[in-house]
């Protein structure tokens, strides 16, 4: 266990649709990233917020977008969900933003858009 | 541009063999980090080791060791004696200095049989 929570494990919704996952970092780690997972592109980095405000993007649509609250847990936002949005979106923690921290992984969100 | 490149799709052994996964990167810094993570198939990401671009010494971990060579810019991952357990999606990532974020190879799948 990683100490990095998501919500739902699971989610089924349809094309057009919207949907929120969310995120709890592990105690005291401040960065939180997300990524996304799918058979065609891989493991690709999305976002990255740091206490609150927007580190780094990657390659994160426009239809998609994220927050950090001030108790550090995390939402990512899917909105006019297409097909090719289907895959597993991963958050994961670190302690800060540096180079060298460690990220630890939640055990993800498996989005199937139908 | 960093990159991953793991160019072994999927590797099949039988129990008690060696094997070793392959990892080339490609990265404008001096100063970066490599990790390599196991997605078992439960599919969470567990972090296995962190090396940074100026300590090239080899590292053992029981069954798993890692040979890092900048000369040929790879960090070859290899399992001693494997376990059916050891079956696994396993990727390698790099950060490059100053980001925290990481980039991932498109990982191999390792199919140990009994």
Redesign the interface.
């Known amino acids: 266990d990683?100490g990095v929570t998501q919500t739902p494990k699971h989610l089924i919704t349809a094309t057009g649709q919207r949907v929120t996952l969310r995120c709890s970092p592990r105690s005291g780690d401040l960065?939180v990233?997300w990524?996304q997972q799918s058979l065609d592109q891989?493991?690709?980095?999305l976002i990255?917020y740091y206490n609150g405000e927007e580190r780094?993007k990657?390659n994160i649509l426009e239809r998609f977008s994220a927050q950090q609250f001030p108790d550090l847990h995390s939402e990512l936002n899917l909105s006019s969900l297409e097909l090719g949005d289907s895959a597993?979106y991963?958050c994961?923690s670190?302690e800060?933003?540096?180079?060298?921290?460690?990220?630890?992984?939640?055990?993800?969100t498996?989005l199937t858009v139908l | 541009a960093q990159k991953v490149t793991q160019a072994q799709t999927e590797i099949s052994v039988v129990e008690k063999e060696d094997v070793t996964l392959d990892c080339v990167y490609e990265t404008r810094d001096t100063t970066y980090y490599l990790f390599w993570y196991k997605q078992p198939p439960s599919g969470e990401l567990v972090f296995l080791i962190r090396r940074n671009s100026f300590d090239e010494q080899n590292e053992i971990s029981g069954r798993y060791s890692w040979n890092f060579q900048k000369s040929t810019s790879s960090f070859n991952f290899t399992i001693t004696a494997s376990q059916v357990v050891d079956s696994a999606v396993y990727f390698c990532a790099l950060s490059e200095e100053g980001y925290s974020t990481l980039t991932f190879g498109k990982g191999t799948m390792l199919l140990v049989s009994p």
């Open positions: 990683s960065s990233y990524y891989g493991l690709q980095f990255q780094a990657g597993l991963f994961a670190s800060g933003t540096s180079d060298y921290n460690e990220q630890f992984f939640g055990p993800g498996r």
